[in-house]
């Protein structure tokens, strides 16, 4: 696993030196200023390596692929097979129509806890290019959804014979090896992966990496609460989240719109200050 996220990313460094001399020998050759076609390959190398490539967009250790599994291709880990022509449609959580630009922008913001990347720039045309290259591709059934309730206490157990060996007692993951789960180089508490389900329904189809679907639901629901227990850096502006007041139940924060409907909201969790504004322009040069 060492090896494979070694040369995934040595891959991923080639695919991007190899592109922009392309770019460069383009522009040498003045292409026409119209053309919008995104770049696949380089598309790829930024889902695989978004820290490394826009570090100023970037707010925590986690690559895009350390969720979308296998590149966005593995069925259960939220794959992005089918997703381009799913887009535009309807989302809750906007209380709105979105884009795929603004759905990449969400992840963006959320799960890397980063600054939007400008909805016109090269960046992001050639990760729509990616996107669009698995769009024609049927999409697989998701995964049972795991929504027992978690216990902590257990799931702390579940966490120290299952997950410490990868991602750390401090769960703050270990070079080369995993991810952070919790902390400052994790997602922010307004990722989906956030909601306990969706942080359950994944671990239990996808974890421990080396063989997984080992975790019984109850297991995965236990680890998953355990995990989200812990605090993540915040995402401002949550409460704006499900405008017409329909969040989820395992929406860990309160919104403006459930409040507004009289529902119960949830307890406030600790939160770790944010490293990166979601919208602030980046002072450096736009991708
Ligand atoms: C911490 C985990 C995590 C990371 C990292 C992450 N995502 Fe996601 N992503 C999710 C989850 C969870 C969903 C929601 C899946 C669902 O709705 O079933 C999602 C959904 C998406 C979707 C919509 C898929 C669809 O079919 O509607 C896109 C596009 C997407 N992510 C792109 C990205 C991009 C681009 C990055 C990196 C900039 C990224 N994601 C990083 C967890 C993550
Ligand atoms: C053999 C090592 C290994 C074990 C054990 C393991 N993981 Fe992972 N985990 C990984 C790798 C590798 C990734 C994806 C990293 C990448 O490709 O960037 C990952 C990704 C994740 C992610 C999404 C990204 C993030 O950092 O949040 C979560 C959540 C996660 N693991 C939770 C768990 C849980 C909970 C357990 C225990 C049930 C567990 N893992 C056990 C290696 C492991």
Redesign the pocket.
């Known amino acids: 696993?060492r090896v494979t996220?070694g040369v995934c990313k040595a891959a991923g460094v080639l695919v991007l030196c190899a592109c922009l001399v392309l770019s460069a020998a383009r522009g040498a050759r003045a292409q026409p200023a119209t053309t919008q076609v995104g770049n696949t390959a380089r598309g790829r190398a930024l889902l695989n390596a978004f820290r490394d490539s826009l570090p100023q967009y970037s707010g925590n250790r986690?690559?895009c692929?350390?969720?979308h599994?296998d590149e966005g291709t593995r069925a259960n880990a939220m794959p992005w097979l089918n997703t381009a022509v799913r887009y535009p449609k309807y989302r809750s959580r906007r209380g709105a129509e979105e884009t795929l630009t603004q759905r990449v922008n969400e992840c963006v913001t959320r799960s890397l806890a980063g600054r939007a990347l400008p909805e016109n720039g090269s960046a992001m045309r050639d990760i729509l290019a990616y996107l669009d290259s698995l769009g024609a591709l049927p999409r697989p059934a998701a995964p049972d959804t795991v929504k027992l309730v978690g216990n902590v206490r257990h799931g702390g157990r579940?966490?120290a014979t299952?997950?410490v060996?990868?991602?750390a007692v401090d769960g703050r993951?270990i070079a080369k090896?995993?991810?952070?789960?919790w902390g400052a180089r994790?997602?922010s508490i307004g990722a989906g992966?956030s909601r306990q389900t969706v942080?359950a329904t994944?671990?239990r189809a996808n974890?421990?990496?080396?063989k997984a679907t080992q975790?019984t639901a109850q297991d995965a629901a236990d680890?998953a609460a355990y995990?989200l227990a812990k605090p993540r850096q915040d995402h401002p502006g949550k409460e704006r989240d499900w405008p017409k007041g329909d969040p989820p139940m395992d929406v860990a924060y309160a919104t403006n719109g459930a409040r507004d409907a009289g529902k119960l909201l949830p307890p406030t969790r600790a939160v770790l200050p944010r490293r990166v504004s979601p919208i602030a322009p980046a002072t450096v040069r736009t991708p």
């Open positions: 696993m996220v986690l690559r692929t350390s969720c599994l579940v966490y299952t997950c060996r990868c991602h993951g090896l995993a991810p952070a789960v994790s997602y992966l942080l994944f671990v974890m421990p990496y080396d975790l680890v995990v």
